[in-house]
C-alpha cells in the first residue's frame, strides 16, 4: 500500500502530540512489508509521518517540490529533512526551481499520483493559501485517490 500525506504545518505542541499518536495509529494498522510513505518531508506531518513509516518497517519515497525546496524550510528542520532524504528508497522532482505555491502544489499533484490513500492532517477548513492542505484534499477527491482525515477531536490550529 503506498500512502501519501499532507498535513497543516505550525501545530501547537498539545495538536502536535496528538497528531504524533493518530499517525503511529494508523501506520500501525499497516502492514509494514507492504508500505511505502510518501512525503514531501516538511516540517511537521510530512515529516513525522515519514519517520512513522520508517520505524514501522516500511519504505519511503520523497517529491521534492522545488529545487530551492530545502532551503524554504526552517533550518532547524534541515538535518531531520536531510536524514529522511537520505533514507528515502527513491525520489521523485517536480523540476521546478522556485519553492512557491505552484511548486507546492506541483509536488502534491505528483505525491497524490503515487499513492493509493492520502492522509490528511486537515482541520476541514479551506486553504490558507494556494497549495494549502485543502486544496491537496480537494485534488485528491477530484482524482479518486480516497483520503483519511487525521485530525485531533476539538482541536484548533
Known amino acids: 500500500m503506498r500512502v501519501g500525506i499532507t498535513g497543516h504545518r505550525g501545530l501547537s505542541p498539545e495538536v502536535e502530540k496528538r497528531v504524533h499518536g493518530l499517525l503511529a495509529a494508523a501506520v500501525g494498522d499497516l502492514d509494514a512489508a507492504e508500505l511505502t510513505g510518501v512525503s514531501c518531508i516538511a516540517d511537521g506531518p510530512d515529516a513525522w509521518f515519514a519517520q512513522v513509516v520508517l520505524d514501522h518497517g516500511g519504505r519511503l519515497e520523497v517529491v521534492i ?3 530551492e525546496y530545502r ?3 526552517p533550518d ?3 538535518p531531520v529533512y536531510d536524514d529522511l532524504l537520505h533514507r528515502a528508497s527513491d525520489v521523485h522532482r517536480t523540476g521546478m526551481a522556485a519553492s512557491d505555491s505552484a511548486a507546492h502544489m506541483a509536488g502534491s499533484e505528483i505525491l497524490v499520483g503515487l499513492a493509493d ?3 490528511a492532517v486537515w ?3 479551506p486553504a490558507w493559501g494556494f497549495g494549502g492542505t485543502a486544496d491537496v484534499v480537494a485534488y485528491a477527491e477530484k482524482v479518486g485517490v480516497p ?4 485530525w485531533p477531536e476539538g482541536a484548533e490550529r
Open 147 to 150: 483520503v483519511r482525515v487525521l
Open 117 to 119: 490513500v492520502l492522509f
Open 123 to 125: 482541520d476541514g477548513k
Open 65 to 67: 517540490p522545488a529545487e
Open 71 to 73: 532551503e524554504g524550510l
Open 76 to 78: 532547524t528542520h534541515w
